[in-house]
């Protein structure tokens, strides 16, 4: 099955800096890449994704970038606020099957 | 209107006790799933359902029993419970294949006393 890496697993980064959280996948029949935010007490929530036909997607502060080759995949914010601030998981998906990444604590302090 | 809803958010339980988690989704979706997160915050998937019928069973202890009554619900019973039970279960659901967002549902906290 798949098997998905995630680093770092804690991060810490001052408001107003960026910061990139980093995955890999073995199973080259994965082709959704989805990444999640999950706030205390909540469930995950889609904060953006990317298929394996894109290289790069970007949302306002967000953006993914996707390596089919290398099977590598990025979460990059810019302008941290304090308000994000929570755990990111990274997923692969294929066929009804989706594999989450062990999560990044994400720290932004003000 | 809540999208995916899990009863209870919270359950207290002595070891050996039998227990379910219920789990209805209002997306139309045909696949859901049961996802597990211990303290470390991973989240493992145990079970996918598409259409009622079970694709992934991951490796889960056959104490874990999931039912689907219907596509949009998908319960989860778990019998004996033992103190490694303890921790968050999350119920999701999506559209089937691939390349679809999963909806999460709260979670329900088990504690396994």
């Known amino acids: 099955g798949e098997n998905v890496e995630q680093h770092p697993s804690t991060l810490s980064v001052q408001e107003g800096d960026s910061a990139v959280i980093k995955c890999t996948y073995s199973d080259s029949a994965s082709n959704y890449f989805p990444w999640y935010k999950q706030e205390l007490g909540k469930g995950p929530q889609l904060i953006i994704d990317i298929r394996s036909n894109v290289g790069e997607k970007k949302d306002q502060r967000i953006a993914v970038t996707l390596n089919k080759t290398a099977k590598h995949f990025s979460l990059h914010i810019t302008e941290t606020q304090p308000e994000d601030s929570a755990v990111y998981f990274c997923a692969a998906s294929s066929d009804n099957d989706m594999r989450f990444g062990a999560g990044t604590r994400l720290t932004v302090k003000p | 209107d809540t999208a995916v809803s899990q009863t209870p958010k919270y359950l207290v339980t002595q070891m050996g006790n039998d227990k379910s988690i219920k789990c209805e989704q209002n997306l139309g979706h045909d696949t859901m799933y049961w996802y597990k997160q211990d303290s470390k915050k991973f989240l493992k998937i145990m079970f996918s359902?598409?259409?009622?019928?079970?694709?992934i069973n991951e490796t889960v202890p056959n104490r874990f029993s999931p039912k689907s009554p219907d596509k949009a619900h998908l319960n989860l019973h778990i019998n004996s419970l033992e103190l490694g039970d303890s921790a968050v279960y999350f119920c999701?659901?999506?559209?089937?294949?691939?390349?679809?967002?999963?909806?999460f549902g709260q979670g329900t906290r088990l504690t396994v006393v």
């Open positions: 999701a659901s999506s559209w089937a294949g691939r390349g679809t967002e999963a909806f």
């Open positions: 359902y598409n259409n009622k019928e079970l694709i």
